[in-house]
């Protein structure tokens, strides 16, 4: 059974579809990436799984049980957990005091947790203390991402995770989601840099005007001349 | 020196006084808005309906404080802050949530709490009356004369109970909300949803509780300042009015959304108010003397008469929105 499976997808924003059928399945400890032109409705696909944006049509399921149109807070207690692109860390709060809004619904203590996160992101521990609003922005990337995995998800969406940043945090942060992943995490993001998303990616979904025009697994997609020539710049 | 000490008594202990209301009440109208981004107009009601308890409550058992030698009200505030905090929490459910519910603009929930301010105004009346009444029904307020050592000071200072009062738990309201904030799980979350409510909400936070809690800090600050205000001069059903514009300047000078702020705020207009109305002239007194002859000091020296003590807060809220709308600690722009 796959992890996620998400199924004639049809939805967008008061009346507009943006949305008009996207198919799309991730097996438990896989990577699938998103890619496709500007306006294809990749942002919004993931928007639409996380319960932000009302389905009109199609079915999502996760491990088989439908969670189409379910509230954020909810796919949160089933085991999802999201990264927005923007306003995805609350600044004035300190690093910790970030990880620890992620761990709301889990008992307490969360020290446990917030090591966990620490391990996975080094260069956090000496900003622990400091409002998340003055990192960097990779360093803010990190709060965000490790914000999400305080739940310890299963499925883990993230909408651009390396929009803005310096080639160097961009290395930073894929190897970072090839780490998590290997822990166990089933990814879905959404990437701009797509050549590099599809090279760590077991699956790869180009969009293009809201429904699936190639679906493969990264290598396969990274290697087809007609991929690379209309959406990989050649 | 005795100028020195008609200085303490008009401009150090009043501007403490009124800064300490002012703060605490900008606190509850800065938390309100960062969590539910509006403007709550009936905050000054609040603090004159928490007053109102405290006095029916006081009516009740007038003769409650005498065993401990502290006002009756006083010892019948933690009461009336609870009720004014459940009131409060409400008056939320009743009138502001149905509008959050159906994604209103701010605009409509800040004339919804017009509507409130004007309802609560009405209720009082109706219920008190519109003279004003003493907060001490079978005590008298206790007065400390502080003589100054030295020939030159023949006049004492003068500090009231309820001044002590007021001032020692102002800084432990503010202590307590520094701790809650910063150390408490639900203050955490407030200050996340005040950040980033969207992501609050994907957090898990549960935004109702949140809320419901804001309002209580609220409210029972607003009591606070009200009993002490009142318990200093007197209650009147008018209260609010000579509040709502001090508060909300306060707010704003220390940047909407910053509880900080809110009570340097409260300091900046509280000092403001009592520097203007402040009888200069007294100072410049022992200088007489020194002018050739022919040359009369002026008796009279403020900036503005004590009538137009309220003048001074709109012309501090005028000045900050003009030169710097996010306040003193960068808050949200109204």
Redesign the interface.
């Known amino acids: 059974m796959p992890l996620l499976d998400a199924h004639a997808v049809h939805g967008g924003y008061g009346g507009m579809n943006i949305l008009n059928g996207v198919d799309l399945s991730i097996d438990a400890h896989e990577i699938g990436v998103i890619v496709g032109p500007n306006g294809a409705g990749k942002s919004t696909m993931l928007k639409a799984i996380f319960g932000l944006l009302q389905v009109s049509q199609g079915a999502i399921r996760l491990r088989g049980e439908d969670i189409t149109n379910t509230a954020p807070n909810k796919l949160v207690q089933l085991g999802m957990g999201f990264v927005p692109q923007e306003y995805n860390i609350f600044p004035s709060l300190t690093v910790q005091e970030n990880l620890e809004m992620g761990a709301y619904i889990k008992p307490r203590p969360h020290d446990r947790l917030i090591d966990q996160i620490f391990e996975l992101f080094p260069p956090l521990v000496e900003k622990r203390r400091q409002p998340a609003g003055e990192l960097s922005g990779g360093q803010r990337q990190m709060v965000a991402m490790g914000r999400a995995l305080m739940t310890e998800p299963s499925l883990l969406l993230m909408d651009e995770p390396t929009a803005g940043l310096s080639p160097m945090f961009m290395n930073e942060i894929f190897a970072r989601i090839k780490e998590i992943n290997a822990a166990g995490v089933g990814i879905l993001m959404v990437e701009q840099n797509a050549k590099q998303a599809l090279e760590i990616a077991d699956k790869g979904f180009v969009l293009a005007a809201g429904q699936n025009r190639f679906t493969d697994t990264g290598r396969n997609l990274l290697d087809d001349p007609e991929v690379a020539r209309s959406f990989l710049g050649g | 020196m005795n100028e020195l000490v008609f200085f303490i008594n008009n401009v150090v202990v009043s501007g403490i006084v009124s800064s300490s209301i002012y703060a605490m009440g900008a606190i509850g109208v800065t938390l309100v808005f960062s969590i539910m981004r509006f403007a709550h107009f009936a905050h000054a009601d609040m603090m004159t309906l928490g007053a109102f308890f405290v006095l029916g409550l006081t009516m009740l058992f007038p003769e409650i404080g005498n065993a401990i030698g502290l006002p009756s009200a006083l010892i019948l505030m933690p009461i009336a802050m609870v009720m004014t905090a459940l009131t409060a929490v409400g008056i939320d459910r009743t009138f502001y949530k149905p509008l959050r519910d159906n994604n209103v603009k701010p605009i409509v929930l800040v004339i919804g709490s017009l509507g409130v301010t004007l309802m609560l105004q009405g209720l009082i009346r109706l219920v008190a009356g519109t003279g004003s009444r003493s907060m001490y029904i079978a005590e008298r307020k206790d007065i400390f004369r502080l003589e100054l050592p030295g020939e030159l000071a023949t006049r004492p200072i003068v500090i009231t109970e309820p001044q002590i009062i007021l001032f020692v738990f102002a800084v432990g309201a503010v202590v307590a909300l520094h701790w809650f904030l910063t150390r408490s799980?639900l203050g955490?979350?407030m200050?996340?949803m005040?950040?980033?409510p969207?992501?609050?909400?994907?957090?898990?936070?549960n935004t109702n509780t949140v809320i419901a809690v804001t309002w209580m800090i609220a409210g029972a600050l607003a009591t606070a300042a009200g009993t002490l205000l009142s318990l200093d001069v007197t209650l009147k059903p008018d209260l609010s009015f000579f509040l709502l514009l001090p508060i909300f300047a306060a707010a704003i000078v220390g940047g909407v959304g910053h509880p900080y702020g809110a009570i340097a705020g409260g300091f900046v207009v509280g000092f403001a108010e009592t520097l203007a109305v402040f009888n200069w002239a007294v100072l410049l007194r022992p200088f007489q003397d020194m002018l050739p002859a022919g040359w009369e000091l002026p008796t009279y020296l403020a900036f503005v008469g004590t009538e137009y003590k309220i003048t001074v807060p709109f012309f501090i809220l005028v000045a900050i929105l003009v030169w710097r709308p996010t306040g003193l600690f960068k808050g949200k722009v109204l």
């Open positions: 799980r955490k979350a200050r996340a005040s950040d980033n969207d992501l609050a909400r994907v957090s898990g936070i």
